[in-house]
């Protein structure tokens, strides 16, 4: 596992630094960023959290995990040279949809929370699949 990353219980959590690029004129996180970095997590989770190589899943698998529903409250606002730790609990499994809570923190100040919805599927048909046993 990387060292920025951990699981402690039913959570993963990864440590990620704040750069440039994420930010907005303003020199805070742009809202968009901070869903692009909400799926870096996932990778993460996936490929550090549960041993399934991102890559893989869906590249040779053609798995897909698009967003069947999503809320995101933006709490406090992060900065350019921040480490944020972003974590992603999973909160209902079902036969071909996976709830996640998501979470922003930075020094323990809750920056975003969010809930979403991923919806497994076929990369092939673009049709909802059970999800995989891995």
């Given at each position: 596992m990387s060292q920025n990353c951990r699981?402690?219980?039913n959570t993963f959590?990864?440590?990620?630094?704040?750069?440039?690029s994420h930010c907005d004129p303003a020199g805070i996180v742009f809202y968009p960023q901070v869903l692009v970095l909400f799926n870096h997590l996932l990778e993460d989770w996936l490929t550090h959290g549960l041993g399934i190589d991102y890559t893989d899943f869906i590249g040779q698998r053609r798995i897909g995990t698009p967003?069947?529903?999503l809320e995101v409250d933006f709490?406090?606002?992060?900065?350019?040279g921040e480490d944020v730790t972003f974590s992603i609990t999973p909160e209902r499994v079902g036969g071909t949809s996976l709830t996640l809570a998501l979470?922003?923190?930075c020094a323990g100040e809750l920056r975003v929370a969010a809930r979403q919805v991923l919806v497994f599927t076929s990369l092939d048909t673009h049709r909802a699949i059970d999800i995989p046993p891995d």
């Open positions: 699981i402690l219980g959590h990864s440590d990620m630094l704040v750069r440039f967003t069947g529903r709490r406090a606002i992060s900065r350019m979470e922003a923190r």
